[in-house]
C-alpha cells in the first residue's frame, strides 16, 4: 500500500503548514501530513517552511529575530485570501498536541537548519516527540543529513529519512550508512529501479511533491511507501480508483 501524506498539509488548496490546512489533509483521507519546523529567538519550534514569515504571511523578517508573541501576530493565510484572519503559525508543540487526538495519522516532521543552524532544534524537538509519545508514529526529515545524524544519537527509537533533489549513487546504501531508514527524494530523482532498490533493501522511498495524476499513478504502480503531495484529495481518489 502506497501512503498519502499532505505536504505542508493540503498546501495545494489551503494555507499552507497551518492548522487548517492539517485538518483539510486528514479530512481529504490523507494518511499522514508533512510540516517544516523553525526556531524563535526565544527558543519555541514553530511550523513554517520559510526561514522568513515574508512570503506565507503579512509580516516581515526573519523566524530567528522574531519572539515567540510577535509570530502569534501574523496571519498566515498568505494566497489564500478566504481565509485571512483564520490562519497562523502553529507551535510545533500544538501540531503533536493535535496529532494525539488523531491516533491513525503519521507525522513527517523536516528539520529546516539547512541554512540557518538553529541551536538545539534536534533536541527540541525530540524532547516534545517524547513528551507526546509519538515516536513511532513521527519521521524526522532533512535536507541537512548532518542533522540527521544528531537526531540518531539523541534517539535511535524515531524514523529518519534522507531529502535530496537529483541523483544519488545507490541512496540506499548512503541511508544505511547514516542509519536512515527512509529516502525523500524530489520526485524526478525517484526512477523505478531506484525504488525497487532501496525498497527491497528495506529502505522506504517517499517522494515529494508529487501533484501531477500521471506522475502519481506511476509512484503507485512502482509500489513506493509513500508519496507527499500538495492535493492529498486527488491522490486519495487516485488511489482508491486503481484498487478498483
Keep these: 500500500?502506497?501512503?498519502?501524506?499532505?505536504?505542508?498539509?493540503?498546501?495545494?488548496?489551503?494555507?499552507?503548514?497551518?492548522?487548517?490546512?492539517?485538518?483539510?489533509?486528514?479530512?481529504?483521507?490523507?494518511?499522514?501530513?508533512e510540516l517544516d519546523v523553525q526556531?524563535?529567538?526565544?527558543?519555541?519550534?514553530?511550523?513554517?517552511?520559510?526561514?522568513?514569515?515574508?512570503?506565507?504571511?503579512?509580516?516581515?523578517?526573519?523566524?530567528?529575530?522574531?519572539?515567540?508573541?510577535?509570530?502569534?501576530?501574523l496571519d498566515a493565510s498568505d494566497s489564500f485570501p478566504q481565509f485571512s484572519g483564520k490562519a497562523r503559525i502553529p507551535t510545533l508543540e500544538e501540531v503533536l498536541a493535535w496529532a494525539v487526538t488523531n491516533p491513525s495519522i503519521l507525522v513527517n516532521i523536516e528539520l529546516k537548519n539547512g541554512i540557518i543552524e538553529y541551536p538545539e532544534l534536534e533536541e527540541k524537538t525530540i524532547e516534545l516527540i517524547s513528551e507526546y509519545k509519538l515516536e513511532d508514529r513521527v519521521i524526522l526529515s532533512s535536507f541537512n543529513h548532518y542533522s540527521l545524524v544528531k537526531c540518531k544519537s539523541i534517539s535511535n527509537n524515531i524514523k529518519t529519512a534522507i531529502l535530496y533533489m537529483e541523483g544519488?549513487?545507490?541512496?540506499?546504501?548512503?541511508?544505511?550508512?547514516?542509519?536512515?531508514?527512509?529516502?525523500?527524494?524530489?520526485?524526478?530523482?525517484?526512477?523505478?529501479?531506484?525504488?525497487?532498490?532501496?525498497q527491497s533493501c528495506g529502505i522506504d522511498v517517499r517522494p515529494f511533491t508529487v501533484n501531477d495524476p500521471l506522475v502519481m499513478k506511476q509512484m503507485f504502480s512502482d509500489s513506493v511507501a509513500a508519496i507527499i503531495t500538495d492535493f492529498p484529495e486527488r491522490a486519495i481518489e487516485l488511489y482508491n480508483d486503481k484498487k478498483e
Design 1 to 33: 500500500m502506497t501512503l498519502i501524506f499532505g505536504h505542508r498539509g493540503a498546501a495545494g488548496t489551503f494555507p499552507e503548514n497551518t492548522m487548517l490546512s492539517f485538518d483539510a489533509a486528514i479530512q481529504a483521507g490523507a494518511h499522514g501530513i
Design 39 to 73: 526556531m524563535t529567538n526565544d527558543g519555541v519550534i514553530v511550523v513554517i517552511h520559510d526561514e522568513t514569515v515574508d512570503r506565507t504571511t503579512n509580516g516581515k523578517g526573519f523566524i530567528k529575530d522574531l519572539d515567540y508573541k510577535e509570530i502569534t501576530m
Design 168 to 198: 544519488l549513487y545507490k541512496p540506499w546504501e548512503y541511508a544505511q550508512s547514516i542509519g536512515a531508514q527512509g529516502l525523500h527524494p524530489y520526485f524526478h530523482a525517484a526512477k523505478s529501479p531506484i525504488v525497487y532498490e532501496a
